[in-house]
């Protein structure tokens, strides 16, 4: 097992496995913005990479000061992991590819007209559902390799003989509109 925090320098860390390639411009934006006044400390996630300035997929801790450009407008962005009920020993990638390839699509209006609650029909998100966002989101079959807390893996409801689904959503655009909500009475 390789060592997953790793510090870069007194306020910058990254979390990330000996065999994650993190680009070397995310790391650069890590240091860059460990030197704004009263940032305290830096860390890089496994997701990191590069934004226009600042790095995206980082976690910043600052005093007295708070960065908006470092929020985004992506700040729901997220993950969750779920215990399937698929058997690990039972998975066929292959099988699965054509099973789930009729999903490439967000849900239809069809599907939207039936089933969405009226008060949600005029959304400007309502033709982004079904699907989990752009850029470095993704949902994957994920098989357990290895226990390293066997305790807090049951007690997180875990089964090893079973796949999980990691999913890392995107906000479908609600923080930009916060964003710019909050920005306008500012002057911003």
């Known amino acids: 097992m390789g060592k997953y925090i790793r510090p870069l320098s007194d306020a ?20 860059t913005t460990a030197n704004l006044p009263n940032m305290q400390r830096v860390v890089g996630m496994p ?22 450009a470092l929020v985004g407008n992506d700040i729901g962005c997220g993950m969750a992991l779920w215990q399937t009920d ?7 990638a292959d099988k699965f590819e054509k099973r789930l390839s009729a999903l490439d699509d967000v849900a239809e209006e069809s599907w939207l007209e ?19 966002g752009g850029g470095n989101h993704f949902a ?20 090893a003989q079973h796949l999980q689904l990691l999913v890392h ?15 306008d009475p500012c002057g911003v």
């Open 12 to 31: 910058v860390f990254t979390i990330a496995s000996d065999d994650l390639w993190i680009e070397s411009l995310a790391i650069q934006q890590l240091h």
């Open 47 to 68: 997701d990191l990479h590069p934004g226009r300035g600042y790095p995206i997929g980082a976690a910043f801790f600052s005093v007295g000061r708070f960065y908006p």
């Open 86 to 92: 698929i058997l690990a020993r039972k998975y066929n």
């Open 114 to 132: 039936e089933n969405l609650p009226s008060a949600f029909a005029q959304h400007p998100w309502r033709s982004s559902l079904g699907s989990i």
């Open 140 to 159: 994957e079959l994920q098989q357990v390799d290895q226990i390293i807390d066997a305790e807090l893996f049951a007690l997180a409801g875990l089964d």
């Open 169 to 183: 959503s995107g906000s479908r655009g609600g923080p930009l509109l916060s964003c710019q909500a909050c920005y």
